[in-house]
C-alpha cells in the first residue's frame, strides 16, 4: 500500500491532538509544531501531485477492507491540485497568524489543523459517508476559529454559521438517506455505476435526493439564495480565518465538480447532468450579486467577502456548462480567486490593525504606518481579483470566456463577465481611493510598527507571488488543468481504480 495517500489527513489530526497535549501553554512550541506541520504538509502535497501527474487514479482501502464496503480515499489530479492549494494558502495564513493573531485566543494552533484534516480529508474522501464526516470537522474548527479572540459582532456571526451549517448538515444526511434508500451504495465510485441501472419507477427519489445534495453544497459554495450566511461571517472573522476560509468555498465546488460529473454524468442515464439546470443560472446571479456587492460594500473586509461570492457565481457557472474545455478554465480561475481572496482578506486585516478606531471601513482616516508598501499590495491584489492584465485573474476570464463559447448561453456569459468586471474595477478603485489616497496628514495615534510586522508582510507577498507565478507558467499550468478536467471526464479510471482492487492502490 502506498501510505501517502493518508498523510494529508493523518499529519494535521496528530499534530492536532499533540498541540492540545503538549503546547496548550506554550506559545512558542506551539507555533514551531504548527509551522513545521504546515511546511510538511506542503512537501506532502507536491509529492502527490506530482504522483497524480502520471494520470493514474489512486485509491488507499483503510484496513483493506474493499471499496464499496470499506472506507476509500482517491487520488486523482483535481484532488491532489487542491491539496496543494490548501497548502500553499494555510502556511501563508499561519506565517501571518503567528505574528500574533494565534494569541488572541485560546487554542488556534490546533483548531487549525484540524480544519486542514477535514478540508483534506473532503478531498480525498470517495465516498458519502466520510465526505459528511469530514465536512463536520472542518465546521467544528471553523465554528472554533471564527469567534476567535471573542467580541459581538464575531460572536453573532458566529451563531448565525453554526445554524446554517446544521440545517445543512441535516438537508445532507436527508440526502445522502434518499440516494441510499435507491441505490444501496455511499461510494462515489460505485455510485456512478449504479445509478445508471436505476429504473424509472426511483428516479425520482434519486433526482430528489441528488438535487437536495446540491442545495448542500450550493450552501457551502455560497450560491444565490443561499450566500446569504458569507458577508457577515467572512467579513467578522479575524482576519488570518477569513483568508483561510476562501477554501471553504472551494470544498463545495470541488464536491459538485467531482460528484455531478463522476455519478450524474453523461453516463447517468435519465440523471445525466442533472446539475447543469439548477447550477447555471444560480452562478450567473451569484455573479452579478457578488460584483455588486463589491461596489457597494462598506469595509475592505465585506468587499473582499462580496469578491468571493462573485468570484464562486462565476466559476460554478462555468463549470454548469461541464464540457471539459470549460472544466480546465474554471479549474484555473479557482486557483486564482482562492489566492486572491486569501491575500485580499489580509491586506483588510493588516490595513484594520493600523487604522484606529476607522478599521477597515470604507471613510476617510490619518495616515498609517506602511501605508505607501500596503497601498500597492492592495493595487496588485487588486488588479488580479478584477481580471486586469497582466496577472492571472485576466487570464482566467480570458480562459472562461473561450471556454464557454460553444454553449448555448455564451452571450449571457460574455455579458455579464465583462460588465461584472467593470463593476468590480469601480468598487476596487473606490475603496483604494478613500483607504489609500483621502488620509489626512497626522498618522494615526493608534497605528504603532510592530517588530511581527515583516512575517505578515512576507507572507501576504508571498500570496501575491503565486498569483505572479500562475501567470508567468499559465500556459503550463493550464495544460495541466486540461488533463487533470479530461480526467474527470473519463470516470472509467476513477471507478477502477477504486473498485477494482480491494488492496489500497492500484
Not at 483503510?62 to 470499506?70: C, D
Not at 464526516?133 to 456571526?157: N, P, T
Not at 486572491?340 to 482578506?345: P, Q, S
Not at 489609500?436 to 504603532?448: L, S
Request: proline fraction near 4%.
Amino acid at each position: 500500500m502506498n501510505h501517502a495517500l493518508i498523510l494529508p489527513i493523518l499529519l494535521p489530526a496528530v499534530v492536532g491532538a499533540v498541540l492540545v497535549i503538549v503546547a496548550r501553554h506554550d506559545a512558542l512550541l506551539a507555533r514551531a509544531l504548527s509551522l513545521t506541520s504546515s511546511v510538511l504538509m506542503l512537501g506532502i502535497a507536491i509529492m502527490l501531485l506530482v504522483m497524480a501527474s502520471d494520470g493514474s487514479v489512486r485509491s488507499y482501502a483503510l484496513g483493506a477492507w474493499p471499496a464499496p464496503f470499506g472506507i476509500v480515499l482517491a487520488l486523482d489530479r483535481l484532488s491532489a491540485l487542491m491539496l496543494v492549494l490548501t497548502a500553499v494558502l494555510g502556511l501563508g495564513v499561519l506565517v501571518y497568524a503567528v505574528c500574533g493573531w494565534d494569541q488572541r485566543g485560546r487554542h488556534f494552533h490546533p483548531l487549525f489543523q484540524f480544519e486542514l484534516m477535514g478540508i483534506n480529508g473532503a478531498f480525498l474522501t470517495g465516498d458519502f459517508f466520510n465526505l459528511f464526516v469530514f465536512f463536520e470537522i472542518l465546521l467544528i474548527a471553523s465554528y472554533g476559529l471564527m469567534v476567535h479572540g471573542g467580541g459581538g459582532l464575531r460572536v453573532k456571526a458566529g451563531v448565525q454559521y453554526v445554524v446554517t451549517n446544521l440545517i445543512g448538515s441535516s438537508v445532507f444526511l436527508i440526502a445522502v438517506g434518499m440516494i441510499y434508500n435507491v441505490t444501496g451504495t455511499l461510494n462515489m465510485a460505485d455510485l456512478a455505476r449504479v445509478v445508471p441501472q436505476v429504473p424509472a419507477a426511483d428516479q425520482a427519489l434519486l433526482q430528489t435526493g441528488a438535487v437536495l445534495l446540491l442545495m448542500v453544497f450550493a450552501v457551502k459554495a455560497a450560491l444565490v439564495p443561499l450566500h446569504f450566511w458569507l458577508p457577515g461571517t467572512y467579513a467578522n472573522a479575524p482576519g488570518p480565518v477569513a483568508a483561510l476560509f476562501a477554501i471553504m468555498t472551494k470544498v463545495g465546488a470541488y464536491s459538485i465538480i467531482r460528484l455531478y460529473v463522476l455519478a450524474f454524468g453523461a453516463d447517468a442515464g435519465e440523471a445525466a447532468w442533472l446539475a447543469a439546470p439548477w447550477l447555471l443560472p444560480a452562478g450567473l446571479v451569484t455573479l452579478v450579486l457578488g460584483m455588486t456587492g463589491v461596489l457597494a460594500a462598506r469595509s475592505l473586509g465585506q468587499m473582499a467577502s462580496f469578491a468571493v461570492i462573485g468570484s464562486m457565481g462565476m466559476l460554478l457557472a462555468t463549470v454548469a456548462v461541464f464540457t471539459a474545455q470549460a472544466t480546465s478554465a474554471a479549474l484555473y480561475y479557482l486557483i486564482h480567486s482562492t489566492l486572491g481572496a486569501g491575500a485580499l482578506f489580509l491586506i483588510a486585516d493588516l490595513v484594520a490593525e493600523r487604522r484606529g478606531g476607522q478599521r477597515d471601513r470604507l471613510v476617510a482616516a490619518p495616515k498609517f504606518a506602511q501605508g505607501g508598501l500596503i497601498a500597492g499590495l492592495f493595487f496588485v491584489a487588486a488588479i488580479a481579483i478584477t481580471g486586469m492584465p497582466p496577472l492571472s485573474g485576466f487570464i482566467g476570464k480570458l480562459l472562461v470566456l473561450d471556454g464557454v463559447r460553444e454553449s448555448a448561453h455564451a452571450a449571457w456569459f460574455w455579458a455579464l463577465i465583462l460588465s461584472t468586471s467593470l463593476i468590480a474595477i469601480i468598487g476596487f478603485s473606490r475603496a483604494g481611493s478613500i483607504v489609500f489616497w483621502k488620509t489626512h496628514a497626522q498618522p494615526a495615534a493608534a497605528a504603532p510598527t510592530r517588530r511581527s510586522d515583516a512575517p505578515a508582510l512576507f507572507a501576504v507577498g508571498g500570496l501575491l507571488a503565486c498569483l505572479v507565478l500562475l501567470t508567468v507558467f499559465a500556459g503550463q499550468v493550464h495544460g495541466w488543468l486540461e488533463l487533470a478536467a479530461a480526467q474527470l471526464y473519463a470516470p472509467a479510471g476513477y471507478i477502477d481504480a477504486v473498485l477494482g482492487t480491494a488492496q489500497g492502490v492500484r
